[in-house]
C-alpha cells in the first residue's frame, strides 16, 4: 500500500472523532460536587472556578475545561463560587473528575474547611507522625508513617 493510500485512509477513519470533537458542547457554567465521608461540601452547585492540588501538579478548573481524571493530593482544594466567595477546603486524598457535560466531580477521603484548622493541633499531629516514621519497623509501617507525614505536612500548610 503507497504512503498516499494510508494517509488517506488514517485520514478518513480520523474524521469522525474529528467532528465529534468540533460537535462536543461545552457548557458556560459548571456543576461542581465536593463531598466527603464526613461531608457534601458542595452537591451541583454551580461555580465559577475550583483548583485542586493533584499528583501531577495543581491545576485549575474552568467550565470549558477538557474533561480529566486526575487523583488529588493532600492540599487545598480553592472554590471560586459564582457570587465572588472563595472558599478554601483541605483535602487529605481523592479523585477529581472533570465530565463531557462541565460537571465536576471532587471526592475527598476527608475534608474540612481551612478556616476550621487549629495549626497547633496540625503540628502535634505532624510531630506524632515523624515520630511513628522513626519507630516504624516494617515497609509497611514506614509506608503508613510516610503518608501521615504527607498530609500533616499539608494540614500545617493549609491552617497558616
Known sequence: MSFALRSARLAALARPSIRMVQSRGYADEMAFTLAAANKVFYDSANIRQVDVPSF?????ILPKHVPTLAVLKP??????????AVKKIFVSSGTVTVNEDA????LAEEAHPVEDLDSSACRELLSNAQSQLSSASGDVDRAEAAIAIEVAEALVKASE
Open 56 to 60: 501531577s501538579g495543581a491545576f485549575g
Open 75 to 84: 492540599g487545598v482544594v480553592t472554590v471560586y463560587e459564582n457570587d465572588g
Open 103 to 106: 460537571s465536576v466531580q471532587v
